[in-house]
């Protein structure tokens, strides 16, 4: 069995390209995860945020699904942001749980519509001592946590950011903001190590680099 | 409209990256699209190539046909209004649908000018045949851009055209020196700061989708290759012998545009595909594509 030292991202839809370009910030060499032969060196998987339903439904038609859960049970971490937290969440309001990886119930879509999307600046101080720009769009809501569940980031009536031993779920896109403070957090999770802090200018448009249409060499 | 609205309306489409938005006429096809994995459904009353067949004007869908949509599916929802029909997108806006599609495919209400977007809350997708169209819609706010195509024909060309001729467009604008570029701006019609953002990223400061003619796998994998983010169907799905199958597989060939052997698999006995329109046959004034200044 190989060794379990690269992050990866699980590259079906959805924001992939935003957490990829947020570890190769950190200095990681990121793996775009689309096959079932893939986890195998994998210390870390984020699910990123996309469409729950589409992303659950390329799971199982590509067979990743039951391979995901083997290299999970083999000490792979998980971090799913928004949709992807609905992926791991055991409970899910009015619907059957997906991945079902973590004891946390979730509702989706728990703000409303596009309008009801927002920011916000808050202190995680197990993640960073630095305020922290979150970004909600969509955002499902974590109601209930089981008893090896912690959380994070708690507001108002709901959790927006709780870990277990295995898996860091946020409902929340670290992965449209300028900082890589929950990068670098799940990545250490992962016993990976972080090799450079980059000074590099993060916007909402650093992905974009990734998805040139002229020659990026340029 | 503040800036960090624009950011949030951009991020949206941002998640739908990789993914198939499909056009629905009821409830019962919404759940079909969600079912088979669809990232966003297009909420209309008659598809395209409907539109097409029956002629007359065409307008923004009923407000309740479209409520009853949003009931019926939790993944976002887009509504079309007419070029230019602010009061229609005023509705939408009020009705909280997901994203407002300003569409060629409706008859236009304005033939000289879009919708302000930039006064709306509600994030907007507009057409384009090329970068000069592209940048100034997103001058005018718009948080999503996708090909025109030629809507309802089942035929690809068109999309091809469009993005072949952004890609070069792009590719002309980022090789300039910089004095080179205000007149390429004031030749191909391109604000300029639009034109500064597409030269510093090297492609549209927004996601940028395929539409119109979208009908098969292969067509929404062929799209993918070319660049795009994702991919609309519109009349391609409902309009094929077996929709459920077919949206499933256009699904399945988008997230694995690369892969030959998936997207052969995906292209698999899927039955009739919808009776298409040869777009070299059309007259010019017959294009929906077209429509948009």
Redesign the interface.
Known sequence: MATRNRIGVL????????HINHLQALGLNPVRV?EASQFDDLAGLILP???S??LI??LN??EIAPKLKEAFADGMKIWGT??GAILLAKNIEGNNSQLGLMDISIA??AF????D???AKVKVPKVSNDEIEL?F??APKIKELGTNVKALLEIDDYVAAAEDENCLATVF?PE?TSSLAFHKYFVQKCGVKVSTDSDEHLS??S???L??????S? | MENNRFELNAQLAQMLKGGVIMDVINPEQAKIAEEAGAVAVMALERVPADIRADGGVSRMSDPEMIAEIQAAVSIPVMAKARIGHFVEAQILEALKVDYIDESEVLTPADEENHIDKSKFSVPFVCGARNLGEAARRIAEGSAMIRTKGEAGTGDVVEAVRHMRQMKKDIKELCALDPEEVMPFCRDNGVPYNVALQVRELGRLPVVNFAAGGIATPADAALMMQLGCDGVFVGSGIFKSGDPALRARAIVKATAYYKDATKVMEASKGLGEPMVGINCSGMAEDEKLAKRGW
């Open positions: 590259d079906l839809q959805g924001g992939v390209l935003e689309k945020g996309g469409e339903t589409c439904r390329l038609i590509f928004c949709a989706r879509n409303g519509f596009q309008v999307s927002f920011n970004t769009i969509r896109h449209l909402r448009t992905w974009m680099k998805a040139r249409i002229t020659n990026p340029k």
